[in-house]
């Protein structure tokens, strides 16, 4: 009789790692500008191992592991995926977490979010809106003036310090 109850349990966890299983982050990751609507083999192509994990399956890297996390440098944060300025220096504090934190993005309309219910938590996730990359969480217990922490992978992004864009090198 125990086993029977353990076999049912067994099969209803099954079942429910099915259906979590599932759900595709793809769906979720569309990109709003049609021309970086690419493929999973396209994207596996323009990206690292690493970055594919986390903008393309919404994987998160471990925390002070990226470079970007203690950088103090003045200048953009740009996406991984596409190169769009995503976060600027002005806004990026010390967050202890381990991750680079920002109290808001360098736009508005830079980054979507979206709740995300995964692993028991409800939190709200954040991606680049034109290419749909996931870049990480956004939580409201930053500091003033937004009283917002947006929680990012230092891997999604890439760092242009300010003046290197336009430098004329002698
Ligand atoms: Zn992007």
């Known amino acids: 009789m125990q086993r029977n ?4 349990l067994a099969a209803a966890l099954a079942l429910l790692a099915a259906c979590a299983g599932s759900r595709s982050p793809a769906e979720h ?7 970086w609507q ?3 083999e396209e994207w596996r192509v323009r990206l690292s191992a690493e970055e594919f994990r986390v903008l393309r399956e919404e994987g998160t890297e ?4 990226s470079p970007l996390n203690a950088n103090k440098r003045e200048g953009v944060y740009a996406c991984a995926g596409c190169g769009q300025d995503l976060f600027s220096s002005g806004d990026k504090f010390d967050s202890g ?9 360098a736009a ?8 995300d219910r995964r692993f028991g938590m409800k939190r709200t996730e954040v991606h680049c809106r ?5 870049l990480g969480h956004v939580f409201a217990d930053g500091p003033p003036p937004t009283g917002l922490r947006y929680c990012i992978n230092g891997v999604a992004l890439s760092f242009e310090e300010e003046g290197s864009r336009t430098e004329i090198t002698e």
């Open 108 to 115: 508005d309309e830079a980054v979507a979010e979206r709740v």
């Open 29 to 35: 990751n569309r990109a709003a500008d049609s021309a």
């Open 5 to 8: 109850l353990i076999l049912i």
């Open 130 to 134: 034109r290419c749909g990359g996931h």
């Open 62 to 65: 471990r925390s002070f592991t």
């Open 38 to 40: 690419l493929s999973e």
């Open 97 to 105: 977490t381990g991750w680079p934190s920002f109290i808001r993005p």
